[in-house]
């Protein structure tokens, strides 16, 4: 019911609501539909036809309809505030678990207790209700994920919250405000986990990664840092700045890259560093030059960030 208490998950509070409205305006849609027909047929051009009596008006209908129309929208009225007062309950003094940034085009997760940042895939615990705050690092970008409700505006220099909650699952949005020419392929993947897989999921961002002997490992780094991309991407898990391009710490454990677009593999990440402008067009990740060799051990040192 929609005076359901607000522990409720947001996302039945707006279905419910949706099914009010839907069943009404089936109603009132069925009722004018028959009442076409109806007297289509019935004042239908025919030999002998009976023809309506031509009046004026009944007062007392049209205070009727007016009424019924009035009552109507103002239940709605009440039902879409009440629902609201309940999705948006925010507390004066919100602290986020999870603060999410907009970028042209990627979307930055900070973890707040645990200062873990991320980009892209985004876990969560599944059926709790986390406190998300918004904000945009650029422009104005959206964040919707149709199947967990509302849209929310990520504003430069302006705070917004929601709560966020979710079955165990996965699920896909996308920024929904014209941001720039790649606005389109800012995908939101968010990943729903059991209390342990999220536990696991916490603990296995907070260590580092595992070492490697390869020599490979040790040209990608040191490329890492004369090639300039240590100025754009961390590669520790808790550093804010800089925040040009996603940290990277923990790259090789998401599934996904580019904003959730393309497929975390070898040959995509190969492409990509060869020439970023090729594969996302007006993006701040600039075309270096790299020898095959430079790309292959920094593609090499960056699947090792796992
Ligand atoms: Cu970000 Cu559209």
């Known amino acids: 019911m929609i005076l359901m208490n607000w522990e409720t998950n947001n996302i039945h509070i707006i279905r419910e609501l949706f099914v009010y409205f839907l069943v009404v305006a ?43 129309a009035f009552t109507i ?42 200062s873990i940042i991320t980009a892209n895939e985004i876990h969560i615990p599944a059926n709790k209700k986390v406190l998300v705050q918004f904000n945009s690092d650029d422009v104005i970008h959206s964040w919707w994920i149709p199947k967990l409700g509302r849209k929310m505006d990520l504003v430069p220099g302006y705070d917004n919250y929601m709560w966020l909650q979710a079955d165990e699952g996965e699920y896909w949005g996308t920024c929904s405000e014209f941001c720039g020419a790649q606005h389109a392929l800012m995908r939101i993947h968010i990943i729903a986990d059991s209390e342990d897989d999220f536990k696991i999921w916490k603990s296995s961002q907070l260590k580092p990664p ?58 995509n990440l190969y492409a990509w560093i060869k020439n970023p402008p090729a594969v ?27």
């Open 210 to 267: 595992p070492a490697t002997q390869n020599p490979l490992f040790e040209t990608g780094k040191r490329l890492f840092q004369e090639k300039t991309c240590i100025s754009c991407h961390s590669v520790n898990i808790h550093d804010k700045e800089p925040v040009i391009g996603p940290n990277l710490a923990h790259f090789a454990s998401r599934k996904y890259f580019l904003s959730n677009i393309e497929l975390n593999t070898t040959e």
């Open 73 to 114: 929208t103002s239940v709605f009225f009440v039902l879409t505030v009440n629902g609201m007062n309940q999705i948006q309950n925010i507390p004066d003094n919100p602290i986020p678990d999870i603060i999410i940034t907009g970028h042209m085009w990627w979307w930055e997760a900070e973890y707040r207790t645990d």
């Open 26 to 68: 089936t109603i009132i849609l069925g009722l004018v539909i028959f009442f076409t027909i109806f007297y289509g047929w019935k004042y239908r051009r025919r030999p002998n036809a009976e023809t309506p009596t031509q009046d004026h008006g009944s007062k007392r209908f049209e205070i009727l309809m007016i009424g019924i």
């Open 280 to 306: 996302k067009p007006n993006t701040q990740m600039p075309f270096l030059a790299l020898t095959d060799k430079e790309v292959n051990a920094l593609v090499y040192y960056i699947k090792t960030l796992r």
